[in-house]
């Protein structure tokens, strides 16, 4: 877990089917809501479809660029670029999942849920997908594979569902490049655990986040 990195330049050479599934196969075994397992895995190894994505990425890219205001346009240009980099992937695996019915819903109150109710269902999905995903990405690292998680791509959603079949009720998590990394990106800074650690019932120190 400490040596994982997020990988965004892959190698020119392909992954071994057997790899590949040994990977899925870890994101298999991730805990789901209920064992409802409501998440798949779509794997994108033509590089036609791949770079079909791409484009469709970039489209969505220009047209945020048209409205960007012409003084942070070059700064709103770089940081969109990255939304690229799993154009230069062997395989991109698209991690999607169904929301499913809010099982209580018949039970709870009218009022007084402070609008939790509604959310439940999709954070049990989001949670469990997130899992089976975090999952393939320690694995493919064990394996010698480069990988990272990326949301910024679903800004063309509506085209990338389109390209990919995705069936209608399912939503795409992510895009998630992998293949062969061709960098050994350094560690990302971590905040120390003292400030990511509260123990319930203990007041916040002033002016701190929760």
């Not at 409802?36 to 489209?59: E, K, M, Y």
């Not at 995705?166 to 998590?173: L, N, R, T, Y």
Request: proline letters at 9%; hydrophobic letters at 40%; one cysteine or more.
């Amino acid at each position: 877990m400490r040596e994982r990195r997020s990988v965004r330049r892959f190698l020119d050479r392909s992954v071994p089917d057997a790899m590949l599934e040994q990977i899925l196969e870890a994101a298999r075994w991730a805990p789901s809501w209920g064992n409802r397992q409501a998440h798949r895995f779509l794997v994108v190894t033509s590089r036609t479809l791949i770079d079909s994505l791409g484009s469709a990425v970039r489209n969505a890219v220009s047209c945020c660029l048209d409205s960007c205001p012409e003084d942070r346009r070059e700064e709103y240009a770089a940081y969109l670029k990255n939304f690229e980099h799993f154009t230069g992937a062997p395989v991109v695996v698209v991690p999607i999942f169904r929301r499913g019915d809010d099982l209580l819903a018949p039970v709870m109150p009218a009022s007084g849920t402070d609008g939790e109710a509604p959310l439940r269902p999709l954070l049990e999905s989001v949670s469990s997908v997130s899992a089976a995903v975090m999952n393939l990405l320690l694995a493919a690292h064990t394996l010698g594979l480069g990988a990272c998680w990326m949301t910024g791509p679903l800004i063309a959603g509506g085209a990338l569902r389109e390209a990919l079949r995705v069936p209608e009720g399912w939503e795409i998590a992510a895009l998630i490049p992998l293949g062969f990394p061709a960098e050994e990106p350094e560690a990302p800074s971590r905040r120390p655990l003292s400030t990511l650690v509260r123990h319930a019932g203990d007041p916040p120190e002033s002016g701190s986040e929760p």
